[in-house]
């Protein structure tokens, strides 16, 4: 009963490779979230979405692409995989879209490109 | 949103309390104080928050001076579970969610 739950957990793949990871949350958020952790540890977040709309789009290559199908869900498309997108991907998801709410976070995908 | 500055680590023996100090000596008021922590390869997890009164749940406190510029996380009883490294994070009301993480203090619990 997982409440934020992203897959795979580990991806590894070739440079120029799209790939895409998934996140779904059971706890029937509205907003979710994508941050990125690069090597040195610092966490950034990437998006956010409330009921399926965008709010927060920081600056991203365009090469990353979130989709929000549902509330309870929010993938990452990534296009032409570059180097310095290895990096941990994490999902996370709260109630409403103002800062306040407390953001529960999902355990990562851990993306190397060789 | 205000700046913060922690102690880039702290060791604490098991069983004692773990007290994290915190920085915010630009914050203004209507910024609240977060506390988030991140275990080995897991994310981030939610702590505790607060505004201006001191605030207890079940897995810590935090105490905030009365002119708001700095806080303090107390563990009360550190176990080995609690190895990670703590954010401080300084909010804006109706901020649009965006967490900005620091680069925290990383806590070693020891036997």
């Known amino acids: 009963d997982t409440a934020v739950s992203q897959t795979p957990k580990y991806l590894v793949t070739q440079m120029g490779n799209d790939k895409s990871i998934k996140c779904e949350q059971n706890?029937?958020?509205?907003?979710m979230y994508w941050y990125k952790q690069d090597s040195k540890k610092f966490l950034k977040i990437m998006f956010s979405?409330?009921?399926?709309?965008?709010?927060i789009n920081e600056t991203v290559p365009n090469r990353f692409s979130p989709k929000s199908p549902d509330k309870a869900h929010l993938n990452l498309h990534i296009n032409s995989l570059e180097l310095g997108d290895s990096a941990v991907y994490f999902c996370?998801?709260?109630?409403?879209?103002?800062?306040?709410?407390?953001?529960?976070f999902g355990d990562g995908t851990r993306l190397s490109i060789l | 949103d205000a700046k913060t500055t922690q102690p880039t680590s702290m060791d604490c023996a098991e069983g004692r309390a773990a007290n994290l100090p915190c920085n915010h000596s630009?914050?203004?008021?209507?910024?609240?104080v977060y506390w988030y922590r991140q275990i080995h390869s897991q994310g981030p997890q939610y702590i505790i928050h607060g505004l201006k009164n001191n605030e207890t749940n079940e897995m810590a406190s935090l105490i905030i001076t009365e002119d708001r510029k700095s806080s303090t996380l107390i563990l009360p009883h550190a176990t080995l579970r609690d190895t990670a490294v703590y954010y401080c994070?300084?909010?804006?009301?109706?901020?649009?969610?965006?967490?900005?993480f620091g680069t925290g203090t990383r806590l070693q619990v020891t036997l």
């Open positions: 706890l029937g958020h509205d907003t």
């Open positions: 996370a998801s709260s109630q409403g879209n103002r800062v306040r709410q407390p953001q529960h």
């Open positions: 630009t914050i203004s008021g209507n910024e609240y």
């Open positions: 979405y409330n009921n399926k709309e965008l709010i």
């Open positions: 994070i300084v909010i804006s009301l109706g901020t649009a969610s965006k967490l900005t």
